[in-house]
C-alpha cells in the first residue's frame, strides 16, 4: 500500500519569508499526486495536482506554486509568505479507484505571523 | 462545477445516541467517498459508493447512496467517543485530465460525549 510523508508537521514563519514543504510518496509509481488546503475545521480546497514530472495544473489563483522534479515527490514552494497563506497543507496521491486508490499524508501546519 | 453541501456543520451528542450526516450535491455524481479526520491527521477513507440505492456498512457505520445519485447519508448507531472527529464527504472526477480529483463538503464536527 502506498505511504505519503510530508514534512514538516508543524511550521511557524513571518510574513515575507519563503516557503518549501515537501512530500513523498512510497508503494507506488507514476501517481497524481495533490495539494490541499485546509481551514480549521472544514473541507479541503485543491490547489495544484499533477499527473506526471514536471507537470503541475493550478486550480485557484494564489501566492503559491508547486513542482514535481520527480516521480514520487511533490514540492510546494511560495517566494514571499503572505498572513493568508496560514492553513492546513495536505498532501494526496491517487492511483486509481478501489479502497486504497486515495492517500493522504499527515499535513503542514502553517502559521504566518 | 459541482458543488457538495454538507449538514449538519456541527453535531454535539451523548454516548448511546445515534446520528445521520448528509451530503448533496448540485447535479449526479459517479461516485462519491466518505472521509474522517482526526485534529492533526489527514483524512482517512471511510468507503467509497457507486451505485443508485447502494447501502454499505463498516462496524456501527451504515452509508447510503441515493437512488438518483445526488446525496449520500452516513448514520452512526450507538456512538462512542471514540467516533469524534471531522466527518467529510468527497465526489472523485472520474475523467479527462481531472481524473483523481476531489470535490470535498464542507464537513461535520462530530463530538460524542461520554
Known amino acids: 500500500s502506498q505511504t505519503i510523508h510530508q514534512w514538516p508537521a508543524t511550521l511557524v514563519q513571518p510574513v515575507g519569508s519563503p516557503l518549501s514543504l515537501e512530500c513523498t510518496v512510497e508503494?507506488?509509481?507514476?501517481?497524481?499526486l495533490y495539494w490541499y488546503r485546509q481551514a480549521a475545521g472544514r473541507g479541503l480546497q485543491l490547489l495544484f495536482y499533477s499527473v506526471g514530472i514536471g507537470q503541475i495544473s493550478s486550480e485557484v489563483p494564489q501566492n503559491l506554486s508547486a513542482s514535481r522534479p520527480q516521480d514520487r515527490q511533490f514540492i510546494l514552494s511560495s517566494k514571499k509568505l503572505l498572513l493568508s497563506d496560514s492553513g492546513f497543507y495536505l498532501c494526496?496521491?491517487?492511483?486509481?479507484?478501489?479502497?486504497?486508490?486515495?492517500?493522504f499524508g499527515s499535513g503542514t501546519r502553517l502559521t504566518v505571523v | 462545477t459541482q458543488l457538495l453541501e454538507q449538514s449538519p456543520q456541527f453535531l454535539s451528542i451523548q454516548e448511546g445516541e445515534n446520528l445521520t450526516v448528509y451530503c448533496n450535491s448540485s447535479?449526479?455524481?459517479?461516485?462519491l467517498q466518505w472521509y474522517r479526520q482526526e485534529p492533526g491527521e489527514g483524512p482517512v477513507l471511510l468507503v467509497t459508493?457507486?451505485?443508485?440505492?447502494e447501502v454499505k456498512k463498516l462496524k456501527r457505520l451504515t452509508f447510503q447512496f441515493g437512488d438518483a445519485r445526488k446525496d449520500s447519508s452516513l448514520h452512526i448507531t450507538a456512538a462512542q467517543p471514540g467516533d469524534t472527529g471531522l466527518y467529510l464527504c468527497?465526489?472523485?472526477?472520474?475523467?479527462?485530465?481531472?481524473?483523481?480529483?476531489?470535490?470535498f463538503g464542507q464537513g461535520t464536527i462530530l463530538t460524542v460525549h461520554p
Open positions: 494526496a496521491s491517487f492511483t486509481g479507484p478501489g479502497p486504497r486508490g486515495y492517500t
Open positions: 459508493v457507486v451505485t443508485g440505492g
Open positions: 508503494g507506488t509509481s507514476n501517481p497524481n
Open positions: 447535479s449526479v455524481f459517479s461516485s
Open positions: 468527497a465526489l472523485i472526477n472520474a475523467g479527462g485530465t481531472s481524473y483523481g480529483k476531489l470535490t
